[in-house]
């Protein structure tokens, strides 16, 4: 019995233990390496055939089914070789490495029907595409422990566009698929691949803790629509590291939660930590936080990214009936060029699930700090307006250098109302309300 106790201790000391401080978590996720599988197998023993046209859905799931078998046997590799693996959705199982070799890729069906359809999310109450089911997303995990999607530089290509069509022409039967999602999921890496043309998210990582996600490409069409790259939603302990993401919308997005469904399931997004990353997002933002946040969003670390050819550079995103909050928000050492608006904070963005939301759900937006951001080619330095009946506040700007662009129409480098914080060291001059040092009420101390 004491036996089982100390493993039941230690276990739950290594799973659950809240990394020291969001500015850690990629330090320490870091170090734990990739352990080797003792066994692995080749998903052409499976009877998968590598030219792009054959249907290879039953052999991955009954490669994953077979590996199963080795969870408690230091788990195993599922290998993929060159070649283009076509595939519907399939599911992974604890304790597996996916190893995508160079050359291989793991081309995503365009026939719905070779798509699950499963439940909503229940802290999003439906889809977010539409109301009702969605498509289970290409690979996926739920309720996984030790889990790799890996490779030499092999890709995954969700073949997005059908879908992209079919959101845009309103014939969507269901919410559109991701490519890789994690729900309620721990130890989970994602490293040394390129994924393109994610019909929706690329990488979701859902009600998981010890996500870390380095080194990967993530593209889609700039004409894509709502297509982010990676999504930490209601997670914690999440790295993302040395990577580059281009999309049509966000290239990262933290979330978790809409409206009452995500004040209600009460898991918020946080000890995140964002390093390295080159970033464009088309018609959206490189960094956004929200909309849907009604789990909260707190203790984000964001260092060293670079971010261009974007309608917004970092978005903070709220509304009445989302309650939640976003705080504790540390992001600096930032490069943007050719930006639309350099910061953004909007207390009445997007929509609600439904008309059953509190609209007296206030969100709250507090102790945002940016330091070390450098811009050039920027349309707008920022917009930021919070909420009348709760202001955002202690928003605190230093050494913030935003060189306009020469065709900037605006006359007007910063827009704000019912936002309160400081400043120093910031060009343009900003909005009078950031001028000034707040207290815990949102009014300006004297």
């Known amino acids: 019995g004491a036996i089982i106790l100390v493993l039941v201790i230690t276990s739950l000391i290594s799973v659950y233990a809240k990394i020291d401080g969001a500015g850690k978590v990629c330090d320490e996720l870091g170090r734990r390496s990739l352990s080797t599988r003792p066994h692995s197998v080749s998903?052409?023993?499976?009877?998968?055939?590598?030219?792009?046209?054959?249907?290879?859905?039953?052999?991955?799931?009954?490669?994953?089914?077979?590996?199963?078998?080795?969870?408690?046997?230091?788990?195993?590799?599922?290998?993929?070789?060159?070649?283009?693996?076509?595939?519907?959705?399939?599911?992974?199982?604890?304790?597996?490495?996916?190893?995508?070799?160079?050359?291989?890729?793991?081309?995503?069906?365009?026939?719905?029907?070779?798509?699950?359809?499963?439940?909503?999310?229940?802290?999003?109450?439906?889809?977010?595409?539409?109301?009702?089911?969605?498509?289970?997303?290409?690979?996926?995990?739920?309720?996984?422990?030790?889990?790799?999607?890996?490779?030499?530089?092999?890709?995954?290509?969700?073949?997005?566009?059908?879908?992209?069509?079919r959101f845009t022409s309103r014939s969507l039967k269901y919410n559109r698929?991701?490519?890789?999602?994690?729900?309620?999921?721990?130890?989970?890496?994602?490293?040394?691949?390129?994924?393109?043309?994610?019909?929706?998210?690329?990488?979701?990582?859902?009600?998981?803790?010890?996500?870390?996600?380095?080194?990967?490409?993530?593209?889609?069409?700039?004409?894509?629509?709502?297509?982010?790259?990676?999504?930490?939603?209601?997670?914690?302990?999440?790295?993302?590291?040395?990577?580059?993401?281009?999309?049509?919308?966000?290239?990262?997005?933290?979330?978790?939660?809409?409206?009452?469904?995500?004040?209600?399931?009460?898991?918020?997004?946080?000890?995140v930590h964002i390093r390295n990353v080159y970033l464009r997002a088309a018609s959206g933002s490189s960094i956004s936080f929200g909309s849907e946040m009604s789990g909260g969003i707190s203790d984000v670390v964001v260092d060293n990214a670079h971010t261009h050819n974007s309608l917004t550079g970092i978005a903070f995103r709220t509304a009445k009936g989302r309650g939640g909050y976003i705080k504790e928000i540390d992001i600096s050492n930032i490069h943007m060029s050719r930006v639309g608006t350099a910061i953004v904070a909007n207390g009445s963005f997007g929509s609600h699930p439904d008309d059953r939301y509190d609209a007296n759900a206030l969100p709250l937006v507090t102790h945002i700090r940016l330091n070390n951001i450098y811009g050039v080619d920027i349309g707008i330095a920022g917009k930021l307006f919070g909420i009348k009946e709760s202001p955002f506040s202690s928003v605190a700007l230093s050494n913030v250098s935003l060189s306009m662009s020469s065709a900037s129409s605006s006359t007007v480098s910063w827009q704000c109302s019912y936002v309160y914080g400081s400043s120093k060291s910031v060009i343009p001059e900003p909005c009078p309300e950031l001028k000034r040092v707040d207290n815990a009420y949102g009014k300006a101390a004297v």
């Open 43 to 165: 998903i052409a023993e499976f009877g998968a055939v590598g030219d792009g046209k054959t249907l290879n859905t039953l052999a991955f799931q009954n490669a994953v089914f077979y590996l199963m078998s080795f969870a408690d046997k230091g788990g195993a590799q599922l290998y993929v070789p060159p070649g283009k693996w076509l595939t519907g959705s399939f599911s992974l199982t604890s304790h597996l490495t996916l190893f995508l070799e160079n050359g291989a890729v793991i081309v995503a069906s365009q026939d719905p029907s070779h798509w699950e359809v499963v439940d909503p999310l229940p802290s999003y109450g439906r889809g977010t595409d539409l109301p009702g089911k969605r498509y289970k997303s290409l690979i996926n995990g739920h309720m996984l422990h030790d889990v790799v999607v890996t490779g030499d530089n092999g890709t995954i290509d969700g073949q997005g566009l059908v879908w992209w069509d």
């Open 177 to 271: 698929p991701h490519l890789v999602e994690f729900i309620s999921s721990e130890n989970v890496i994602v490293s040394n691949l390129t994924f393109l043309n994610a019909p929706a998210y690329t990488i979701h990582s859902i009600y998981s803790s010890h996500v870390y996600i380095h080194t990967i490409s993530a593209h889609s069409s700039p004409e894509s629509p709502y297509t982010i790259g990676i999504v930490p939603d209601s997670s914690y302990n999440v790295c993302i590291q040395n990577s580059t993401i281009n999309m049509g919308y966000d290239a990262i997005s933290l979330k978790s939660g809409w409206d009452e469904y995500g004040i209600a399931y009460s898991r918020p997004t946080e000890n």
